[in-house]
């Protein structure tokens, strides 16, 4: 059984020769991760630690996103959002600091915004990438890759505006949800046209949840983003292309939309979040759909011991392998500081546990 089998066949919720296993942290995470064993590429590490997984995505050919360098390196995305340096030594990473459209909502400065449009990427080396990966399961990658929606408004807002421009300017947020959207329409196109049928998996990317439960209500989600999903996936769901949801936070309540919408996947999973516990998802929803992730990011990768991670994926797997439905990986991004040893161990555990 090679990997792309091994996914599907637990998409089916059927059990595998093992738990699929998928990989997700931030870059300065897996840069570590690789210098500690020596490897030269994410995909010598992905093989080592036996990931199921591999992203596709176009090449960016637009303007140099960094400017600056060490300490007053600046740099922007496509949708025109600052990031700096943030932290020390090896734990630095890119932090948000700039918020494009912050403070506006006259509508008619969107129409007059530098908006991100397709001819910033190359396209055609996806065939490659697809080439190359055909044996395991291929999924667009996240970042500019993965269509969103409300994570893209919240970067161009401040995340502190965002719910204040959506209730009091309407007409505005309206025409934002036109724009990034519309990039996202042709976006999509663009890459099936090249893909065809060869990707497994288009990644969905926005975040609903929080700790406490849902951000937005369902009301907004029906009448704002459903609409804007379905036809994210139309086109993929065409080519058989399955549709895989993410998004951080208690979102419990929202799993029959995703479910209704065409998610065969939902990740990350945070367990400690309100209404996530793996042992309710999988009773109530775990013929349904299948979870990916949960194993805890913050207290148990980043903090306990190695031989503590190996007991909390024995007891993850316990509940939510049986009968297939569910694929192994960290309950967010791995962050820098998170020791090599404890996501090592992860994987380790998961292999040798049995159904």
């Known amino acids: 059984m090679n990997n792309k089998e091994r996914v599907l066949k637990t ?14 942290g931030v870059p300065e995470f897996t840069e570590k991760m690789m210098n500690h064993y020596g490897f030269k590429d994410r995909d010598e590490l992905l093989d080592f630690l036996d990931v199921d997984f591999r992203w596709v995505e176009p090449a960016y050919i637009g303007p140099k996103m960094i400017q600056g ?30 918020y494009p459209l ?39 990658a996240p970042g500019y890759s993965s269509p969103g929606l409300f994570r893209i408004i919240q970067r161009l807002l ?37 893909a065809g049928n060869r990707v497994d998996f288009l990644r969905i990317a926005d975040d609903f949840g929080g700790q406490e439960g849902l ?22 769901n065409s080519l058989g292309t399955h549709l895989y949801m993410h998004s951080c936070g208690g979102v419990r309540k929202l799993l029959p939309e995703f479910i209704s919408v065409g998610a065969d996947v939902l990740d990350p999973i945070q367990t400690r979040a309100a209404g996530m ?62 020791p090599v040893e404890n996501v090592a161990a992860m994987y380790k555990a998961a292999k040798e546990w049995k159904y």
């Open 102 to 140: 912050q403070g506006i909502t006259d509508p008619a400065v969107l129409e007059d915004y530098p908006w991100p449009t397709v001819d910033l990427f190359d396209f055609s080396v996806l065939d490659g990438q697809l080439n190359k990966y055909a044996n395991y399961a291929t999924m667009t």
């Open 277 to 338: 516990s793996p042992d309710g998802l999988k009773k109530d929803f775990g013929k349904m759909i299948t979870f990916c992730g949960a194993l805890d990011e913050e207290l148990l990768l980043r903090r306990a011991t190695p031989a503590r991670v190996k007991e909390g994926v024995k007891e993850l797997l316990d509940v939510m392998a049986p009968g297939g439905g569910f694929i192994l990986g960290p309950s967010h991004k791995l962050k820098v500081e998170t």
């Open 215 to 236: 951000i937005v209500s369902q009301d907004i989600w029906q009448d704002m983003v459903r609409p804007v999903f379905e036809k994210y996936f139309e086109l993929p």
């Open 11 to 24: 998409l089916n919720h059927e059990q595998t020769d093992r738990v699929p296993f998928f990989y997700w």
């Open 158 to 194: 401040g995340r502190e505006d965002f719910l204040d421009v959506m209730m009091y300017h309407p007409k505005f947020f309206n025409l934002l949800v036109e724009k990034v959207s519309g990039f996202y329409y042709e976006f999509i196109t663009k890459f099936f046209e090249v």
């Open 69 to 98: 360098t060490n300490g007053d390196a600046i740099k922007h995305d496509i949708w025109g959002v600052g990031y700096k340096q943030a932290g020390h030594g090896d734990l630095k990473y890119w932090d948000s600091f700039h």
